[in-house]
């Protein structure tokens, strides 16, 4: 038995005792509105009589009251009325590669309130049992501040899926005049999901106008995926036939050559972005960060950029001569190969963190410097040629080790694991710096 909150418990009784106002069908299913008093609840049916219900509106500690209700274009509009506002909701059925139902909420409050609570808008219905003696699984959900989505299947009393996705975007004026984030707003637990609003408990919402507050896009399908690889092809599927629905921004014209001529004055003038060490000039990670070693990756990213970009421009820039002369400084000769941090600034971490100490470096902070030295090589760079040959062999080697022991963590290089700490102490031992001399 699933655990439901006091918001779903009801919600299968109160459906099926109010009235539909309003039905539809659509691409093999139909649709059925329903106004239980405190939601408006649109109740699709499968070909196969399963059955989830989409809470579109939802009136606080309110009641509706139904003042409109027309339909127009392939389009149902309603609207409500509450003690605490009044509502919009526009669904329609957008054409396309699977059955889709799309609803649109809007809401404009009496007063300047605050929204505590609101509850999540799905729940799987059964025909004659309860909601809480439905079985599925969530196969996806949202993640951080990541796309809002929930991918679920139903597989007892009937078998379904769903592909829900809010469009956040169409919320952002509600948060920036309250102030929240829709941060982990779109998912839950089976068989309670969906999205709820971010509780307003500060910046009271306020009474001047109809802010968005859902925008769902949801694919409806009788398909349940049985492993990895159908609920990965169908959630790719699913999610880019909606992008193919959703509204996109327009177009709008960068002036990229402006921007980069900016970005080049900027990056060649502002002390900020160096620091000299060993009589040459080096570029700082991030802007007047003196706390952090010069990078050989940020040196051979930029310098390869402004490299590209002068022979497309046909502009010879100083900068580019500035930044070249200081690389030879990373190789570092012991290890026969460039090396990430500065080897004449090494000692000067504080090894607060694991990747801030000398001997340790990602794969990638050799892997990608590699790639620029190369392409700049090949632009007819001959001092990028010769560092790029001095260090293979390095690079070599360590290639050859991860490919037998796995990615460890190793100095040096000491690549990062997820691996419990005396594996990585066990395969350090096997290979030291010295070791990759003998």
Known sequence: MNKVSCYAATAKSDIAGSASLFEKQFSGYSMRLHNTGDSLWIVVHWPNNAQVAFRAAFALNSKFDLAELKENDEKLNVRLSSGLGNYTVEIDFPNGEFPVLHYTTAFKANVPILLPYSPKDIIPLTQNGQTINTFGKIHASQVGT???????????????????????????????????????????????????????????????KFYTVSDAYIVVSEDVPDNDIEIATQYLNYLAALYQIMPKPDTK????????????????????????????????AYLCDYKTPPEIMVQLAVLTAITEHSKWTGVAYEVIKE?????????DDKLKTISRWLPSKRGEFDE???????????????????????????????????????????????????????????????????????????????????????
């Open 323 to 331: 930044i070249a002369e200081g690389v030879p400084a990373f190789y």
């Open 352 to 438: 607060s963190e694991e990747q801030k100490s000398a001997m340790v470096m990602d794969s990638w902070y050799l892997h990608h410097p590699l790639m620029n030295l190369s392409k700049l090589a090949l632009n007819g760079n001959k001092d990028a040629e010769e560092l790029l040959l001095k260090s293979l062999d390095y690079a070599i080697k360590w290639q050859s080790i991860l490919i037998i022991n796995g990615p460890y963590s190793i100095k040096w290089i000491r690549w990062r694991s997820s691996k419990k700490k005396r594996q990585k102490a066990k395969v350090a031992k096997k290979m030291s710096p010295e070791d990759m001399h003998t």
């Open 146 to 208: 990541r796309s809002g989505l929930v991918f679920a299947s139903m597989t007892s009393p009937a078998q379904l899926s769903m592909f829900y996705l809010q469009n956040l975007t169409a919320m952002s004026e509600f948060c920036d005049v309250t102030q929240t984030s829709l941060g982990e707003t779109v998912g839950g637990a089976w068989p309670e999901m969906g999205f709820n609003l971010p509780a307003v408990t500060e910046n009271p919402l306020p009474d001047d």
């Open 253 to 284: 014209y960068r002036d990229w050559p402006q921007i980069s001529r900016k970005a080049l004055r900027d990056l060649t003038l502002n002390k900020g972005c160096w620091e000299y060490a060993g009589g040459h000039a080096h570029l700082n």
